[in-house]
């Protein structure tokens, strides 16, 4: 198992930056990916963006393509979402997640981090 824990969220105005961090301790080796996802009130948790930690590959749904950016800190086993231009719609709960294998799903979940944008 990893355990995942976020931090970086806030309440920010809309066209803001925000950087969040997800710290991940455990079984890092047997990680194939991890991700971030969001869940705004009454809506289900959406995919946000995601990168494979053998290769680096990433990952971004349409909504986050460039304003979003994942990365990785390998030696610290952190992973990144840095935000640009945030809009209200970003608003929401991100849960770091990680992936064991391609066909596993996003089956780890940290607590997640409260992220507002406001108008």
């Known amino acids: 198992q990893v355990q995942l824990a976020e931090s970086g969220g806030g309440l920010v105005q809309a066209g803001d930056s925000l950087r969040l961090s997800c710290t991940a301790s455990g079984r890092i080796f047997a990680t194939y990916a991890m991700g971030w996802l969001r869940q705004a009130p009454g809506k289900e948790r959406d995919f946000v963006a995601s990168?494979?930690?053998?290769?680096?590959?990433?990952s971004y749904a349409d909504s986050v393509k460039g304003r979003f950016t994942i990365s990785r800190d390998s030696a610290k086993n952190t992973v990144f979402l840095e935000m640009n231009s945030l809009k209200p719609e970003d608003t929401a709960t991100y849960y770091c997640?990680?992936?064991?294998?391609?066909?596993?799903?996003?089956?780890?979940w940290g607590r997640g981090t409260q992220v507002t944008v406001s108008s």
């Open positions: 997640s990680a992936m064991e294998h391609p066909r596993s799903g996003w089956s780890m």
């Open positions: 990168i494979t930690l053998p290769s680096g590959l990433t």
